[in-house]
């Protein structure tokens, strides 16, 4: 989130795997990213782009099913961020905003 929030590519990247993939799920109830994000320059640019355009609030670190997560709230609406690692570095995000799914997680 640091480097996110900072800007900073070069230390962003860095965290990423070589074949990280970005999921979204919006639900068609909140926008989101349509396709997987595909790679480490891609999704480094698209992390940067949301955090320069939307306001994150309440950035707490969870855990859900033994897993490390972020909950927030990105542009007003709750979101949950899954992170999978591989070889000690982020190789999955999976971005959950659909409101529906995340009645089912107490985020608050």
């Keep these: ?3 996110a929030g900072g800007g900073d590519l070069a230390a ?3 965290l990423l ?3 990280v993939v970005s999921y979204n799920d ?3 109830k909140v926008r989101a990213a349509l396709r997987p994000i595909v790679g480490r320059a891609k999704v480094a640019s698209f ?3 949301l955090v320069a355009r939307y306001d994150y609030k ?3 670190m969870v855990e859900v099913n033994g897993l490390p997560a972020v909950a927030t709230q990105v542009g007003g609406h709750q979101q949950l961020v899954m992170i999978g690692i591989r070889d000690g570095r982020i190789s ?3 971005g959950v905003l659909n409101p529906d ?3 089912h997680v107490h985020l608050t």
């Design 47 to 49: 992390l940067l782009a």
């Design 12 to 14: 962003l990247t860095e």
């Design 1 to 3: 989130m640091r480097a």
């Design 58 to 60: 309440q950035v707490r």
């Design 92 to 94: 999955e995000i999976y």
């Design 17 to 19: 795997h070589e074949d």
């Design 101 to 103: 799914k995340l009645t």
């Design 26 to 28: 919006g639900g068609g």
